[in-house]
């Protein structure tokens, strides 16, 4: 609020990896898991965002460009490489 305040036509950049996590099996366990570390890339957007963690004082405002970088080493097997 405050650099809005001082500059209202300052813009705020977001820029996070884009991961993919997959299971190494099949069983509904494993997906699970490999699914809870592939959500967790969006756990500090979230929080910025105010979607998570409200208490933070985090609100849509916080981001104005979100940025997604991806790489092949961003891909990985859950508990593997």
Not at 40 to 69: H, K, W
């Amino acid at each position: 609020k405050a650099m809005r305040d001082a500059e209202p036509d300052c813009r705020f950049i977001w820029a996070e990896p884009l991961i993919h996590v997959a299971p190494r099996d099949r069983s509904r366990a494993e997906q699970r898991r490999a699914e809870n570390v592939r959500q967790g890339q969006f756990e500090a957007y979230d929080m910025l965002t105010g979607r998570a963690e409200p208490e933070l004082g985090g609100s849509e405002d916080c981001v104005d460009v979100i940025g997604l970088n991806f790489y092949p080493h961003n891909q990985w097997y859950f508990r593997g490489p």
